[in-house]
Structure formats: structure tokens, C-alpha cells
């Protein structure tokens, strides 16, 4: 996102702008970080809980910057607008899913379903307008619409049973989590590359990185639904 005031703009407006692009790049840093962190580390455990709660906040300061400031660029950049909103929308769900009780909904689920549908409004109308014709990231919208019918579905089947337990609720939270760090990860390993450094292009790493979030998740998504392994209880030793 190229946030930049005016030539001839008064001050206040360049450091306001260089303000919002801080908080923008450094709340996307600090979420890829530690939401890698949080992907390997043994989940439930005291690491897990401490890189997933700094990975919220660093998350809402990039997609609320993204979201709010992208349509008002001299060039209305409606992917990242798009991007930013559901992405937004995948942490505060996300989120959620993990400080839930087994059965219970509150009334940020109730309300949050309607953002996937206004982002799938906003990428029909963008389409049957031809909004973002010639732009190459554009396409990327598309991959958004998939994953936001797949939230919707999830949200309303939420809502139908009041509430998911045990491993539902759990994979509820990983794909979530995983697809907004995903998110994060290609736009700026893929989606910035003269930012990204040289090693990193050279050696392919800048795919491997985002990739690595879809293995990861995957892994866990599985391991969240195999049935765990009772360990047999000890026999009694005979007098």
C-alpha cells in the first residue's frame, strides 16, 4: 500500500500519513512473526497463548489501517481494501473461536457473517462494473469469494447449532487464524518482492514462507480431527 500525503500537503498530514504506514507495515511484520511463532509452538501452552494474543493486535493494526485507508489512495487500491476487511474478519472470528466455551455464540459471531457477504456484494459489483480492469492483483479478489462463501457456511452452521465444541470449534479457529496469517504472508513475501530481500527471491524462500502457513495448517487441521490415543491405564499388581 503506497500511503504517501501530497506534494505541498501541510505537515501534519505527512506525518499522519507516515504514522498510518508505520502502523500498517509494523502490525504486519509483527503478526507474520508471531504467528509463525504461534503455528509451531505446542498449542495450549504458555508460548502458544503469548505469540497469539501479540499476533491479534499486530494483525488489527494491519487490517484496520488497510481496510479504512486503501479506498481513499489517489489510486483506490480495492484489492487491499477487500484483502484488509476479510482478513479482518478472519482474526476477530478466529479469534473468537479459541476463547469460546464448548457451546457458546456471542454477538460478534451474530453480526460478523455480514462481512463475508458485503466483501461477495462488493466483488460482484466490482465485477459488473469492471472495477480493477488491467490490474494484475485484481484476480486475487476471486480467491477471497471462495474462502468468504466457505466462512459464510461456516458462520450460519455456528449459528444453527448455538455453538461448536471440542474439535470443531478448534479447527474452527485454525483455518481461520492460519488463512488471515496466510494473508499477511503473501502480501508482502509475493506481493511486495522490492521490499523482500534479495536472498530470499534467490533462493525461492518468499514462496516457501506462505506456502509453509497452508502445510502448517493443513497439519494441524488434521491432527486437530484424528481421535487421540488413550494411553492403557496401568494394570493392577496382583498381591
Known sequence: MNLQAPDGAPWFLHAGAALLLVTHIGGGATGIVSGGVAMVARKGGRLHRRAGKVFFGGMLAMTGVGATVAPFLPEAQWTNTLAAVFTLYLVLTGWQAARRRDGEVGQLERWMVFMPVGVLAAIAAASLMGV????????????????????????????????????????????????????????????????????????????????????????????????????????????
Open 132 to 239: 480493477g480492469k488491467g490490474d494484475p492483483t485484481f484476480g486475487a479478489i476471486y480467491g477471497f469469494a471462495a474462502f468468504a462463501l466457505v466462512g459464510i457456511a461456516g458462520d450460519l452452521n455456528l449459528l444453527r447449532q448455538g455453538g461448536l465444541s471440542g474439535p470443531s470449534r478448534t479447527a474452527r479457529h485454525i483455518w481461520r487464524i492460519s488463512l488471515a496469517l496466510f494473508v499477511a504472508a503473501g502480501s508482502y513475501f509475493l506481493g511486495q518482492p522490492k521490499f523482500v530481500p534479495e536472498i530470499l527471491k534467490t533462493t525461492g524462500l518468499n514462496f516457501v514462507l506462505p506456502l509453509a502457513v497452508v502445510v502448517l495448517m493443513v497439519f494441524w487441521l488434521v491432527r486437530v480431527r484424528l481421535p487421540r490415543r488413550r494411553k492403557p491405564s496401568p494394570q493392577p499388581v496382583a498381591a
